[in-house]
């Protein structure tokens, strides 16, 4: 199982290819989150899953067309668990393939399902509707799962959808090799085993049945996960890409507002640009053209603000770190980047779902 201590992080699978053209904010890529709920509590998780809101079919429906005669042709889904409102997953999947869509992946946590033909019934939905993208399946000792579950659901998936690599992995940990045992353990169950493939760049569980990708994302104390031990201050800095790969996306959580980004920031109302119930698609873009922060990233670099960062106080940062989605997340959240704004128009300001969530729960807000 040994193998290169790199890989890709925070990508959304094959699908995903790095745009090409100007410099600037160009989005390839849809996802929406349809609801904040999940069956699961995970101790790492970004997500105010407390939260009841979903996102209107017809709303989200409009917006996808939007999107189509705007040239963005991928879209995935995640949560919160999507799953918990299937019918939503269902209807924006009918109409993308209606539409010509490319489909990445659809995230899930794989034991949301209440017996085997329950399961079996709403995949079959979902493959009739015309998914024809990856079941991202996350797969880590932060989510304490039923591990025969999960391998149930991973044998109902390839039976539905006919394919042996239908469903993909998705596991957190400090570095590519580390926190696999849970994925072990599945592959045990499924009579696989794990092997590093130097094409992909990446680990691989392969059985009879199946050829499962596994995808890294970097582990980072942020929201829920602040208290978790750690450091992702690690001397090194992050190298630039222009956030070609977690971003030139716009990600819609349940309340329809859009972000750029899926990594750890993508819960700030800093990075906030537009409503899918008020604003089209091309408002959107172009308000993330616009945006101080946004515009900036996708035009000039992350390593853009780092340095300004840095040139006004030296000091303003814990140190470097290799991990440009915790870097992004610590200098909005934390307030560091306003710190280097003497125009009030150029600042985004403070608060997220969480911010928000933790505020609620000590009665200090009411959330509508």
Partial sequence: MAGPHTTPTLTRGEARTQGHGPREFRPNYLSFAGTYQCNLACPHCCVPIEWTDRLDIAVATRFLEQAH?????????????????????????????ELGFRFDKLMSNGVWYTDEDQLAHILTELRDAGFSGKLGLSVDKFHGMDIGKLAGYCRVARRVFDRDNIVSLSYASRAPDK????????????????????????????????????????????????????NSWDGTWFQEDYCEGPGQALIVNPRGEVK??????????????????????????????????????????????????????????????????????????????????????DRVGSGGQWEKLKADAEGRISLI
């Fill in 260 to 345: 750029p980004c899926c990594g750890f920031a993508s819960d700030l109302d800093q990075l906030t640009i537009g409503n899918i119930y008020s604003d089209s698609v091309e408002e959107v873009v172009r308000r993330g053209r616009a945006h101080p922060v946004v515009g900036k990233i996708f035009s000039q670099g992350l390593s853009a603000i780092r340095d300004e960062i840095l040139a006004r106080d030296p000091n303003a940062l814990p140190g470097a770190t290799s991990n440009h989605c915790y870097f992004c997340w610590y200098v909005l959240s934390k307030g560091v980047f306003d710190q280097t704004r003497d125009n009030p128009a």
């Fill in 179 to 230: 926190g696999l045992e849970p994925i072990e353990r599945l592959a045990r169950e499924l009579g696989g085993v794990i092997a590093w493939s130097d094409v992909l760049r990446r680990y691989l569980l392969v059985s009879d049945d199946f050829t499962m990708t596994m995808n890294w994302n970097h582990l980072a104390p942020v929201e829920r996960a602040e208290k978790l031990p750690g």
């Fill in 69 to 97: 005669e705007a040239g963005i042709g991928i879209l995935g889904f995640t949560g919160g668990e999507p799953f918990v409102y299937p019918e939503f997953v269902i209807a924006l999947t009918r109409r993308a393939a």
